[in-house]
């Protein structure tokens, strides 16, 4: 499998980002604002959509990936406990919402009612696979796909 690398630029590609991220998980320590770099990155174990469907029932697979935003001007939580490092966080979806174009709010969305909120210069995001990967028995599963 090649290791997936994607650039946001604007809304729509940051949808692209959302849908490849759609239940990714990690911990809260795994979060990390870089206020003087103007920077927002993550370490997520990102659940591989686009292959859940060519693959055995109990044979799927997540990796690990890093997703990146540039030119961020201020980040908040919202039913985040940062202290609490271990916390298993589940991402549900990245959203964009215009202020003045180009700039805007991202939200990233996790299960549980707990967000994070970028308000951001203009859209300037990275999704990188780092190459581990691994088998899992577990198909996330949403409302929608009973």
Known sequence: MSELKLIALDGEDLGVL??????AVLRVADLAYIKAERRFAMIVNRFDWTSSDKT???KFTRLRAALRFEKILSAQVTGLN???????????????????????VIRLVFSGDAAIRL???CI???LRDLGAQW???TKPNH???L
Do not use: R, W, Y
């Not at 959302?18 to 239940?23: E, G, R, V, W």
């Open 135 to 137: 088998a899992t028995k």
């Open 143 to 145: 409302p929608d796909d």
């Open 82 to 104: 940062l202290k609490d490092s271990s916390k298993v966080l589940s991402l549900m979806a990245i959203t964009f919402e215009a202020t003045e174009d180009p700039a805007g």
């Open 18 to 23: 959302s849908a490849h991220l759609q239940d």
């Open 119 to 121: 308000e951001v210069e």
């Open 124 to 126: 300037e995001a990275e």
């Open 56 to 58: 055995d029932d109990d």
